[in-house]
């Protein structure tokens, strides 16, 4: 009985998807393509419970501060935490990101803090660039430190950051995809 309701709730998806989807011109946007993995951690950490316009601006105005160090593949993740040795999580909010979001609006960190321990989680796994950071697909011990990040607990930052790595494996469960499923369904 149960299989058969989520079948059906499957395939009521599927044909909502074909009769309301462009899915011949379907692409990816350009955030699935960032040339590091400081890139990919920033925008993962920023997307979360905002508008994407919100953190697209704010990986713009990143790559505007380190210039076309930020858009190189051999910008690695410890040369990305070198500006937390010379900016606190504070000034790099306001003076690099131009951001001073929040993870939580109850007793949440800046979210320039939280993209520091996010990379500090990726660089205690051994991994500085995007070329080699496959390992960290259901890595138990990087999951279980990012997932100790405050306002990161969901996974839903987590599993948004391994599609942005190039995993096919996972959905960001945002609240446009859970809203397109209601209405699906």
């Known amino acids: 009985m149960k299989t058969d309701r989520l079948e059906s709730l499957s ?11 462009d899915l011949d011109s379907a692409m990816l946007g350009s955030e699935y393509s960032y040339p590091n993995l400081p890139l990919c951690i920033i925008d993962t950490v920023f997307s979360i419970g905002v508008s994407y316009v919100s953190t697209r601006n704010t990986v ?13 593949e051999s910008f690695s993740v410890s ?5 937390y040795h010379s900016y606190s999580p504070q000034r790099i909010a306001v003076e690099v990101f131009g951001n001073k979001q929040r993870t939580s609006t109850v007793n949440g960190i800046l979210k320039a803090e939280a993209v520091m321990m996010f990379s ?18 259901n890595n138990e011990e990087f999951e279980e430190s990012v997932l100790s990040i405050p306002g990161q607990r969901s996974g ?28 699906a369904t």
């Open 156 to 183: 839903i930052s987590l599993r948004y950051f391994y599609m942005l790595i190039g995993s096919d494996n996972f959905v960001k469960p945002d609240r446009m995809i859970l809203r397109f499923l209601q209405t």
């Open 120 to 137: 500090e989680a990726v660089r205690a796994q051994d991994i500085e660039y995007l070329k080699d950071s496959s390992s960290l697909l």
């Open 79 to 83: 040369s990305f935490l070198s500006l």
């Open 11 to 21: 395939e009521l998806t599927a044909k909502y998807c074909y009769e309301n989807l």
């Open 60 to 72: 713009d105005r990143f790559c505007r501060f380190l210039s076309t160090e930020s858009t190189s």
